[in-house]
């Protein structure tokens, strides 16, 4: 028997401190746009050991609006994915930056990307944080619930 009120929980996501920091700088770099990219590590679907996010590759944003939302640009997105294959590495997450706004997935956010199976990071420079002190946040998307769970994270 299923529990109804049962809290919905994501895995703790593993993430190397330098790629934190260099994802956060490339954001900053990018203010007052919103800055993106993907995030890479080596996938561990059949292992006890978690998957760890050990690389990653900005991705120009091609929004008609930037400073308010993302669109990877095609291209880079598609070499991504294949220096990724090249190199054996998987994709893990998705990360953008809100300018101006908190580290919460918008409307746009959810319906406009497709980060189902992997893990999706804000870096938020709205007050009280900013540029040298960004409020980093990750997330899953239950696609079963259609519901966004925050996601802890541990610094390697």
């Known amino acids: ?9 994501c895995p703790v996501q593993h993430i190397e401190r330098s790629v934190l920091q260099a994802i956060a700088w490339h954001c900053r770099r990018e203010l007052p746009r919103e800055g993106c990219g993907v995030l890479l590590g080596s996938s561990q679907t059949h292992s006890a050991n ?12 091609r929004a008609i609006n930037p400073l308010a939302s993302f669109r990877f640009d095609e291209a880079e997105w598609i070499a991504a994915l294949y220096a990724a ?22 409307e746009d956010d959810i319906t406009g990307t497709a980060w189902d199976r992997m893990s999706y990071w804000i870096i938020s ?18 696609s079963a619930t259609n519901r966004i769970v925050p996601c802890p994270y541990k610094l390697f």
């Open 1 to 9: 028997m299923k529990r109804k009120n049962r809290k919905e929980r």
């Open 50 to 61: 978690p998957a760890v996010i050990t690389a990653w590759t900005p991705i120009a944003n």
């Open 85 to 106: 294959e090249r190199d054996s590495l998987s994709v893990l997450g998705l990360f953008h930056s809100h300018p101006q706004t908190e580290a919460y997935p918008s």
């Open 125 to 142: 420079y709205a007050p009280p944080y900013s540029p040298d002190s960004p409020n980093v946040r990750a997330y899953w998307l239950n």
